[in-house]
T-cell receptor
Framework: QQQVKQSPQSLIVQKGGIPIINCAYENTAFDYFPWYQQFPGKGPALLIAIRPDVSEKKEGRFTISFNKSAKQFSLHIMDSQPGDSATYFCAASGSGGFKTIFGAGTRLFVKA | NAGVTQTPKFQVLKTGQSMTLQCAQDMNHEYMSWYRQDPGMGLRLIHYSVGAGITDQGEVPNGYNVSRSTTEDFPLRLLSAAPSQTSVYFC??????????????FGPGTRLTVL
């Protein structure tokens, strides 16, 4: 019940494409869903986050879509660039002390 | 602000040796945690602290000890290193755990190899 399942494990897209990374969770007590971006040799950094009271959130070229009934959420990267090549982690946490649980990560490579 | 700092960046140990990974933050955050990152397994929580003097176990605590004597520092001790502890270790901090919705700020990581 504490797992967050992330797919795909890796993804290659052409510049300008729209990579989509999917995550699914089981614990309905989760109420905060962040995405972290990690470049090689660096620590993860928060990219964008959503709460389940909205179905979509956009920040620049990054969009989270959230489906509460299906317990799924996804990250879309519009007009992807080679500089977006990184590992992306979805995560979930909840009020009442539910600690952050991370997905396994997706390695994205954007071809120039 | 330096944010979250970790030392050392790299470390090689022999099986059975002990060592301490250092972590410090200058953001006055209450909540600090240690994760390990292994290929295909994401980030797994080892130990965390909700304030000075208060620590608790995460998902994979065996073989590790922590203490939190100050708000700023949260060292991770490996008691008797094993090859299974070869990993990249990240320290993170956030303002609080309340509501589960606070951004975690990660350090640059320590790459540990146990021979």
């Amino acid at each position: 019940q504490q797992q967050v399942k992330q797919s795909p494990q890796s993804l290659i897209v052409q510049k300008g494409g729209i990579p989509i990374i999917n995550c699914a969770y089981e614990n309905t007590a989760f109420d905060y869903f962040p995405w972290y971006q990690q470049f090689p040799g660096k620590g993860p950094a928060l990219l964008i986050a959503i709460r389940p009271d909205v179905s979509e959130k956009k920040e620049g070229r990054f969009t989270i879509s959230f489906n509460k009934s299906a317990k799924q959420f996804s990250l879309h990267i519009m007009d992807s660039q080679p500089g977006d090549s990184a590992t992306y982690f979805c995560a979930a946490s909840g009020s009442g002390g539910f600690k952050t649980i991370f997905g396994a990560g997706t390695r994205l490579f954007v071809k120039a | 602000n330096a944010g979250v700092t970790q030392t050392p960046k790299f470390q090689v140990l022999k099986t059975g040796q002990s060592m301490t990974l250092q972590c410090a933050q200058d953001m006055n955050h209450e909540y600090m945690s240690w994760y390990r990152q292994d290929p295909g397994m994401g980030l797994r929580l080892i130990h965390y602290s909700v304030g000075a003097g208060i620590t608790d176990q995460g998902e994979v605590p065996n073989g590790y000890n922590v203490s939190r004597s100050t708000t700023e520092d949260f060292p991770l001790r490996l008691l008797s290193a094993a090859p299974s502890q070869t990993s990249v270790y990240f320290c993170a901090s956030s303002y609080s755990l309340q509501g589960g919705g606070d951004t975690q700020y990660f350090g640059p990581g320590t790459r540990l190899t146990v021979l």
